[in-house]
């Protein structure tokens, strides 16, 4: 089965980039808005008690933060994505790291950037277009980063809780 590691920011955060992703986002309607924490990957299910357990071990010695969306940008050249851009980044990182240990064996296809995405698979005229307008847009979320979570990903592309993970408080 198919999993990734995410946090859903708050229902501000996520109301402001569903003005976007339903336009954008080719994932609109299967995801709500994430901040990846892990790519997805195939794991057996014989291994998943494993991970949950790991991942518990995370939670149990993360401390909650609070995420601050400053900006949008793009992965342009290398991926033509649109997202918010996170402005302290450090402790998203260092959760990334944790996190990345025990799930897969196979290198991240990525270098681990924390963002969120509100835009997908543009043209290079279109990114440039939209891009254009969002980058002089103001933007200023915040939100309180207090537990990630292991999703899965069902026979239809939705991908649904399997567990949540509180973190310290």
Known sequence: MKYSVVIFPSSKVQEFANQYRKRYDSTYAL?????????????????????????????????????????FSTFHPTNNVIYLGIQNKEAFEELHQQVIECCSSRPETYAFVPHLTIGRDFADDELKDVYGQLSMAKVDLETEIDRFHLIYQLEDGIWSVYQSFQLRK
């Open 31 to 71: 995801i709500p808005p994430f901040i990846r924490l892990k790519e997805a990957f195939e794991l057996d299910d014989a291994k998943l008690p494993e991970l949950v357990e790991h991942l518990q071990q995370v939670a149990e010695h993360t401390d909650s933060f609070t995420a601050k969306f400053h900006r």
